[in-house]
Each structure stands twice: as C-alpha cells, then as structure tokens.
C-alpha cells in the first residue's frame, strides 16, 4: 500500500475482537428495557456510529430521563462480563506477528475505557505484539481523534510511514486527523457499503488485508 510502512495503528472492538453479536444482544436488552424496538445485526451495521450518543438517539433513546453516563453504565453491565468470552476474528493472530516481523511498531487505539482495554488485550494474549494500548478515560465512546493526537506525540509517529487499520467510518476521520493512510475492514460493526461510502479502501477479511498491506511479502 505504501513503499515504506513503520507503524500500524489497530482500532479494537469488531477490527481485533469480535464482539458485534454481544454488541447487538446488549442494545437489544437496552432497547427491551425502554420499551423500543430490538435491532437485527444489519440494522445495527446501518446505523452505528461515532459518538455513541447521537447512534442511541437514531434508535429510539430520547435522554430525557437519564444521561450518556448512566446508559453507559447499563451496557457495560451486561456487556463487560460476556466480553472476555469474544474471540479474536479469524487469522487476527497471524497478521499480527506478520506486522510484527515486517512494521516497526504496533498501537491499539480505541473508544473502550483504558482499563478495560488493557485488560483485554492481555487476556486476549496479544500484548507483546503492541508498543502502547490508547483507550479513552470513561466509557461513553466519543471521538478518538484527541487521544489519536496524544499517541502520536507520544511515540513521534510519522503519519507519512503509518496505518490505521479500524472497522467505522469514524476510523477514517481519526486516520484523516493524523494525516495518515486508513484501511477499512468489514467484519465489524459498519457494514462494507457505509464504509466504501468513506473512499477508504475497504477489506473484508485478514487474509485480503494482508494482500493489501504487504502485496510484496515472501
């Protein structure tokens, strides 16, 4: 994709992890409880997005009666403990240590609470593969572009050398925000048109977006 690549950058919910159907069933449990109608996997794919609040009030959630904060708390809830039973999507493990052995630098930055993901990425057994793990300081998934900026100066990151691999069109302004080439993958919680709506070159498996990556690798 580009001649010299030095630092990747991963998103983690539905890019690494797989928890789109524990995602789903969760809202649907929200949604039951407020008496609103449940969402099917696609529905939820078509709607989706960053900040998390504006996609509740699309289906249905007015705030009148409680805050962002409060309906996090719901969700994390039923989410939280079903979550370390959520696998890594196929061949996630393999394109790791492929970009390990091929990229200078590996990151996670996502919208998941920083404790949380840390967490998770060492149950997950993937924690050597990454310099540093970026989350955000709550659990209310706003925009990552302020911590994206935080990592970047952290680690001088030069974003004519990097990529932001994530699964949302809010993956791509993140990468815009830093200057940086993105690519889109799939298998997570927007689907491939909403994404190929962004520009962004869209894959929908590892195996492709290693073709991609590294078209050149023996």
Not at 71 to 98: G, I
Not at 122 to 131: A, E
Request: aromatic share 8%; hydrophobic share 40%.
């Amino acid at each position: 994709m580009m001649e010299h690549l030095e630092t990747v950058i991963w998103d983690f919910n539905g890019t690494l992890i797989d928890d789109l159907d524990l995602v789903v069933r969760t809202v649907n449990t929200q949604l039951e409880k407020r008496n609103l109608s449940p969402l099917t996997t696609q529905d939820y794919r078509d709607v989706f997005g960053f900040p998390v609040e504006d996609y509740y009030r699309r289906i249905g959630v007015t705030f009148e009666d409680e805050t962002m904060a409060e309906l996090s708390a719901d969700f994390f809830a039923d989410y939280a403990p079903a979550l370390k039973d959520c696998p890594l999507h196929d061949d996630v493990r393999d394109t790791l240590e492929l970009f390990k052995a091929r990229v200078s630098r590996q990151f996670v930055l996502s919208a998941m609470e920083q404790g949380m993901l840390r967490s998770m990425i060492r149950h997950l057994g993937i924690d050597p593969f990454f310099d540093g793990v970026y989350g955000l300081a709550h659990q209310e998934g706003d925009s990552k572009v302020s911590r994206a900026h935080e990592l970047k100066q952290d680690y001088g990151i030069d974003p004519t050398t990097s990529l932001f691999i994530g699964d949302t069109a809010h993956d791509a302004e993140v990468a815009q925000a830093l200057g940086m080439s993105v690519i889109l993958i799939s298998t997570g919680h927007q689907s491939a048109e909403r994404l190929r709506d962004t520009g962004h070159p869209v894959v929908e498996s590892y195996q492709e977006l290693q073709r991609a990556v590294l078209p050149h690798r023996s």
